[in-house]
DNA sequence: CTGAAAGCGCTTACAG
DNA sequence: CTGAAAGCGCTTACAG
């Protein structure tokens, strides 16, 4: 019982085999009593075309690759949410993690050039794999589009779409210095993260233009995990003086402080204010409630997917490079006047 | 400039395309000199096989559909990450969601049979949807593995892969009977899901075997999200009785009702005990921690993939259908014996 | 509006 | 061990 393909459909409706691939790709080119005698062949033998002999025959494949620091996270969900929105019915969504396991072992950017994808939304660009993707863009066509993440040198011939990171950074230091805090400690991100980096230098400039000195040591690096968080807060509360107030680079780190705080006894946001970033979906249900930055995640993925097509369809209209969207400081629970 | 071809490649070498061909799937069927030689051209004029052409002639892709409830959760995550690490390098994994507005359309339907996914593994079978994939696969032969869930009446004939459901709610609620609740109330799924109906049933059956008479709504219905969660606690509050425990069929729910105990000066777990289900990786961070059962995610990933590849590659193989994985229950600090 | 024909880049019997 | 040739199922100039 083997598919029934346009050969079959063109004898049993009595036309050449270029008008059934009309009646597919362009009925308005087609008679219309033809078009209607092909379309009950069609519907009647239950046909549909071989999506692999169209593929190879237009040499396109309708699939775009979407690179995440780590699948599991609301953060990356709600902007692939937006990504499908815009792409849906036109094209796959291939998702990769950017894990080094995932991305050095080589077969991924082997599979990246065989499956010949249309198109990349980077939401995260670790350096050895964004310079890997990079040359892989010069020895062909490759529409990438940059998102959630501030451009780094090497990749800023690509469009982008994110917050002003270090903006938003700035303005909830700030809003922590105005409820009294002196001693802000930032719990960042890795040292090569553009974004975190970002944050790190916002933070640094709201402490500064508050004539906050930064002595000793106030940007404590972590993964951005949960359990980056914990880490770091041990350390921090191990230090002869306590901060009262910790701001954190996301939600996650942020949760992992409070936990730790939790288990010292320590009252959050009475003996230590906390403030994460991102605006997850679990930030308004931790206890206390977190207070955050907003990144609006599900419009950074459908700019991000728009650009792409963009990119992808229209490749010589020149797309305004960078885009950045607005953040917005959410007031919760975790964070209150220094006591 | 246009990608060189096996022709090109033949060319150079001296070779037919036959050759190049054997020199990139089979190379033992190649003389040793030929072989080097061939290899040596690749390399040099840097070929690669159109993948498009190769998936076409071979009438495979290469690609298998994971289908999940809600990408963005931990337990999917995982249990991708399980999947990930069996079929890496050899199929890449096309992500769904089943929500209605992803699969109702139609669209996603026609990507399936026309993107010629080789095999499905589905983390969620809700009801319209399985039913389509059913009629899909009696069409057309279609390797098709359960993770996560029970199997219904309508999708015995698949493979699964899970723990036993109604044994370990039968668990948990044991465990809070011997920590001397009597009035307990299960959080249950969506009243059309399989996998949170086996749970009810566990729930019941301790409840029954203790003893403990099912007078009331025991069992409450929601959305499994965190604020499926909070509304069932903000109903369960507002009844006459309190509950001195409430067990949910997932974290996301417990953890919603934990936010409201905390909105309402409830203390958990000197108040209420909490259960939580999955033991995603939040429920270590929650505050106060929380006690959940252990779903090895990774592992039902693993052995979903594992029992699809099998289906795929060697259809004929008769593989054991059904496979239970064992669960456990984590002891944290959202339950205590009752006051 | 319609059709005959070439060709996309591979793989795979078949023959030697 | 190697090659000539057919063919996978479409799309697309080209001609009428």
Redesign the pocket.
């Known amino acids: 019982m083997?598919?029934?393909?346009?050969?079959e459909?063109?004898r049993l409706a009595?036309?050449?085999?270029?008008?059934?691939?009309?009646c597919?790709?362009?009925p308005?080119?087609?008679?219309?009593?033809?078009?209607a005698k092909v379309r009950k062949v069609i519907h009647d033998i239950n046909?549909?075309?071989?999506v692999?002999?169209?593929s190879?025959?237009?040499?396109r494949t309708n699939i775009i690759l979407v690179v995440v620091h780590e699948i599991g996270s609301w953060l990356f969900a709600d902007i692939l949410e937006g990504i499908r929105a815009v792409v849906d019915g036109r094209y796959s969504i291939i998702l990769t993690e950017s894990r080094p396991d995932v991305t050095e072992n080589g077969t991924f950017i082997d599979m990246l050039v065989a499956r010949q994808v249309e198109g990349v939304i980077l939401l995260c660009s670790p350096l050895p794999f964004s310079r890997k993707l990079i040359e892989l863009a010069k020895s062909k066509p490759l529409p990438i589009v940059i998102g959630l993440e501030p451009v780094s040198d090497d990749l800023g011939q690509f469009p982008s779409v994110h917050i002003d990171n270090h903006q938003a950074a700035y303005d909830a230091t700030q809003y922590l210095i105005r409820l009294g805090h002196v001693e802000i400690l930032f719990v960042s991100g890795p040292k090569n993260s553009y974004v975190t980096k970002d944050r790190e230098l916002g933070f640094i400039a709201a402490m500064r233009d508050a004539g906050l000195g930064m002595d000793g040591d106030r940007v404590i690096h972590s993964d951005l995990s949960a359990n980056g968080g914990i880490n770091s807060a041990i350390e921090i509360l191990a230090r002869p003086t306590r901060p009262s107030a910790i701001f954190c680079a996301n939600d996650d780190v942020a949760m992992g402080v409070m936990s730790v705080a939790a288990k010292r006894g320590l009252r959050v946001p009475e003996d230590l204010s906390v403030m994460g970033f991102d605006d997850t979906r679990y930030a308004a249900l931790t206890n206390p409630a977190l207070s955050t930055v907003l990144q609006p995640a599900r419009d950074i993925g459908v700019k991000a997917a728009q650009k792409l097509l963009q990119a992808i369809e229209r490749p010589d209209d020149d797309a305004p490079r960078t885009e950045i969207l607005p953040h917005r400081i959410v007031v919760r629970d975790s964070t209150a006047l220094r006591r």
Chains 1, 2 share one sequence.
């Open positions: 083997t598919n029934p393909t346009i050969v459909v063109a009595g036309v050449s085999i270029t008008t059934v691939s009309r597919l790709n362009a308005d080119k087609v008679g219309k009593k033809t078009l046909f549909s075309p071989n692999l002999a169209q190879f025959r237009r040499g």
